[in-house]
């Protein structure tokens, strides 16, 4: 499945999924070959129940540097349009995905990279190196170019990083690091460059230990019930709890609990 794509790279490390953007030259801008790629990359991991998480991250010194300007800058409205339509349904699927997915910022994700990154569950990013210099950084600066943030950025950072904050960073255009970016709340961890890759295994392999079925209740739980109002969320979590019982992983995880055994044999069943 390497062979399939101009512009990614997609492996699998047991059931945990790595999806690198892999147009360095261009450091990752998403042109309509990039999006192209991964539509069909997310097409093939909705499709691969074996696989239990999922990890995005960049090739080189950048995540993805944005949206690619030569191709938006001819755009007309019905072009502008159909661009962000475009971008913004990709962006929701990889949101919409049941298992937990990580963003493994390893340098720019401004603009579309941005609006990438906050599609995963997870945003993990690396700091600057030993000398000081590198690592993640973070913006939307489309105000800039005369347009807003077209990929949904209008909508995902807000609900990330709150109002205000995100009105700061859409209305400046600005770029932030890795650690400003974690004192907002936009990031869950830092890692010097080299371990970022690390980081984010061990983070996904301490999701994919447990059973996956509840894994994926859970994010379904959050994910639905934050567009609801309480007594809404309250009743799918209640309902989404009752079907676990209807799993083999569940007689399972408990038998273990009761039995006082460390190792638990889930199947995804």
């Known amino acids: 499945n390497l062979l399939m794509y101009q512009t990614l790279r997609y492996e699998k490390q047991e059931n945990i999924g790595i999806l690198t953007i892999n147009r360095p030259e261009a450091l990752n801008a998403l042109n309509s070959t990039v999006i192209g790629d991964l539509e069909q990359a997310i097409t093939e991991v909705e499709k691969d ?26 755009l007309d409205v019905a072009g502008g ?81 709150g109002i205000a904050k995100a009105k700061e960073l859409i209305f400046s255009g600005k770029t932030i690091g890795a650690a400003e970016a974690k004192e907002i709340g936009l990031v869950n961890a830092v890692y010097p460059p080299e371990e970022l890759m690390n980081g984010a295994i061990a983070m996904a392999k301490s999701f994919t230990a447990n059973a996956p079925i509840a894994v994926k209740y859970s994010k379904a739980c959050i994910d639905r019930g934050m567009q609801m109002d309480i007594d809404d969320g309250i009743a799918l979590e209640n309902e989404l709890f009752a079907m676990c019982f209807a799993t083999a992983d569940q007689k399972e995880g408990m038998s273990a609990f009761v039995e006082k055994r460390k190792e638990k044999h889930f199947q995804n069943k």
Do not use: H
């Open 81 to 161: 349009r159909k661009w962000g339509q475009r971008g913004s349904a990709l962006m929701r699927r990889i949101e919409k995905l049941e298992i937990p997915t990580i963003a493994a910022v390893n340098g720019f994700a401004l603009g579309g990279g941005c609006e990438l990154a906050m599609c995963c569950d997870i945003i993990l990013a690396a700091g600057p190196n030993a000398e000081g210099k590198g690592g993640a950084k973070f913006g939307q600066p489309e105000v800039g170019l005369g347009i807003t943030p077209g990929f949904s950025g209008t909508q995902r950072l807000p609900r990330r990083v």
């Open 49 to 74: 129940a074996e696989l239990g998480a999922l990890i995005i991250t960049g090739e080189g010194r950048s995540f993805v540097a944005g949206a690619d300007i030569g191709e938006q800058k001819p």
